[in-house]
């Protein structure tokens, strides 16, 4: 990122990052108890193994990968909750688990499964709570409590307590209680999971006024694709705690997306139809689709065969199903190990 023509420096930085753990073999049956305190047997399970990418100051970034995959453990040891094993952690100058006190005051977090709010207290008296553990100015309090209440409607449940809430509800609460300090960054661990759609929108809206508005840069990890069409022009993918992409999601379409349709809703009923480039996937009276590889071939070039030959009333381009994208770079990492 530049600012008038000077580079900045990344505000996250991960450099050989590694994560091992040892598990423990388990041995089962009469003697399986002695067993298992005289072997000790382990497996080294490499959860996250040298991996390398930065994130610049204003960035939303997607962090993708199947269960397993390391996207948590990642998360964890850049929020200075777990120790790498190697490797190097910088964010915003600090080396997480080291400086972890003053640290911690800088970003916020938000864990989809687990809240940060009091679960017996009323929303509110946790959010007050907040405010004195993070020394916030009482005008900056007010100020950012009351654009959160309305840009997420809190209203109708700040005085309930937290386990009372909806998930959708405690994860605006959670989402709110993050912000409030003003942090740099915000690391935000599957932010929509078992929400309904209407909860899902909501927090996207939220997502993307907070970085593009407050400029707040955003690491998040979901296994929902439409948060990251909708969120993300950039992802990056980890599998079994290897790195597989870093880059622009338009690319990652383009490089692995597959076959592109046109849909094309003809003036009458063509009895043969066929265009050099695409071929025909389905046909449905006048509405004809067509597929094509967007490498070998322009959009406009075939349409424009189209209009030539026949006579059009309606045409729509889709792009490649995100879901199907990535599902297909898993799959390929997993043909490429066997």
Not at 38 to 45: A, G, N, P, Q
Not at 225 to 238: A, F, G, N, P
Not at 270 to 289: C, F, H, K, M, P
Request: charged share 30%; proline share 4%; aromatic share 8%.
């Amino acid at each position: 990122m530049t600012i008038w023509g000077t580079p900045m420096p990344a505000i996250i930085h991960a450099g050989e990052l590694s994560k091992h753990f040892k598990v423990f073999k388990h041995h089962r049956g009469i003697f399986g108890p002695l067993r298992n305190l005289v072997t000790r047997e382990s497996t080294l399970v490499r959860a996250v193994d040298r991996i390398n990418f930065e994130v610049d100051p204003g960035e939303l970034v997607g962090y993708l990968g199947p269960n397993g995959a390391g996207k948590s453990t990642t998360i964890k040891m850049l929020t200075g909750l777990l120790v790498p094993t190697s490797g190097e952690i910088r964010v915003d100058g600090f080396i997480p688990w080291k400086d972890r006190a003053e640290y911690v005051a800088r970003i916020g977090a938000v864990f989809g499964q687990r809240s940060t709010l009091w679960w017996d207290l009323p929303v509110i008296e946790s959010l007050d709570l907040l405010q004195h553990i993070y020394k916030i100015p009482q005008d900056r309090f007010e100020q950012n409590l009351g654009e959160f209440k309305e840009l997420l409607e809190l209203d109708s449940f700040l005085n309930t307590p937290v386990r009372a809430l909806s998930l959708g509800q405690r994860m605006r609460a959670d989402i709110c209680a993050a912000l409030l300090h003003d942090p740099k960054l915000l690391f935000l661990d599957e932010p929509t999971i078992g929400l309904d759609v209407v909860a899902k929108e909501r927090i996207r809206q939220f997502i993307q006024h907070i970085n593009q508005i407050r400029g707040i840069t955003v690491l998040l990890t979901t296994h929902d694709m439409s948060d990251i069409e909708k969120l993300c022009k950039r992802v990056i993918i980890i599998d079994h705690g290897k790195l597989l992409y870093d880059g622009k999601l338009d690319v990652l379409r383009e490089r692995f997306g597959g076959k592109r349709k046109l849909i094309v809703y003809f003036v009458e009923n063509y009895e043969n139809i066929s265009i050099e480039g695409a071929q025909v996937s389905s046909r449905e009276g006048t509405r004809v689709t067509f597929e094509f590889v967007s490498k070998e071939h322009n959009t406009s070039e075939l349409i424009n065969k189209i209009s030539t030959k026949y006579r059009i009333r309606d045409l729509e381009v889709r792009e490649p199903d995100i879901e199907t994208t990535i599902r297909r770079i898993y799959e390929g990492r997993l043909l490429e190990k066997s």
